[in-house]
């Protein structure tokens, strides 16, 4: 069974700053997806950015980046530029690639609550 | 184009009770999955349905079922509430269950059981 760790319950970061959210998973599997959600405290699950484990590239959306390493099934998420608004809860997921037919479930790690400080 | 919506928002209940719990996917969507988000922790699998068919079922006891309707909107039901039922219950949906579908969420409804 696949399984996805983020080992940083709490980060915090200076308005304009960097920061890196971590997440490892492990996995049996060569083909999959993964993702960083964002939750803030309206509860609304809010998809950051994704990745797909074939693609050598790492993904990059806006301010948001992705270091995408297979070998050491890591995945961990750049934010560049902090802003207040960044403020929520990160969770890192995986989704098996399957086949049209089958679940795409998510399975998610324990999340990252990221504070931004003015 | 309204997203995914969930009724009601929050629900108190007492242990032994029944909920249902309700969503409405984006228009268009035929797949709707079902998460649990217990305080501190991530979402975790309950149920996807697609096409009215359930295509998924995470580790979840019997006492949790749910079903989809011919305009793809989604049920969820829990019987014999326990105290750890209480949780945040949130509802997705996809186009379909191709691997390059993403999965929009709703709000989702904090179910509270005392």
């Known amino acids: 069974a696949q399984t996805v760790t983020q080992s940083q319950p709490e980060m915090s970061v200076q308005e304009a700053e960097t920061v890196t959210l971590s997440c490892t998973y492990d996995t049996s599997e060569s083909d999959y997806y993964l993702f960083w959600y964002k939750q803030p405290p309206s509860r609304q699950m809010i998809l950051v950015i994704r990745q797909e484990a074939y693609k050598q590239q790492n993904a990059t959306e806006n301010r948001f980046s992705v270091n995408f390493q297979k070998a050491a099934k890591s995945f961990s998420l750049k934010i560049s530029d902090s802003q207040l608004g960044d403020a929520a809860m990160y969770f890192c997921a995986y989704r098996s690639s399957g086949f049209s037919g089958a679940t795409n479930k998510l399975i998610f790690g324990t999340g990252t609550l990221l504070a931004v400080q003015p | 184009d309204a997203g995914v919506t969930q009724s009601p928002t929050h629900l108190i209940k007492t242990r032994g009770q029944h909920v249902t719990l309700r969503c409405s996917p984006i228009?268009?969507?035929?797949?709707v999955s079902w998460y649990q988000q217990v305080l501190g922790q991530g979402p975790q699998f309950i149920f996807q349905?697609?096409?009215?068919?359930?295509?998924g079922r995470g580790n979840f006891p019997d006492r949790f079922s749910a079903r989809q309707f011919p305009n793809y909107s989604s049920e969820l039901n829990v019987n014999a509430l326990l105290l750890g039922d209480s949780a945040l219950y949130l509802c997705a949906s996809s186009l379909g269950l191709a691997n390059y579908n993403e999965q929009f969420f709703g709000p989702g409804t904090r179910l509270t059981v005392l």
């Open positions: 228009s268009g969507h035929k797949s």
């Open positions: 349905y697609y096409e009215k068919e359930e295509r």
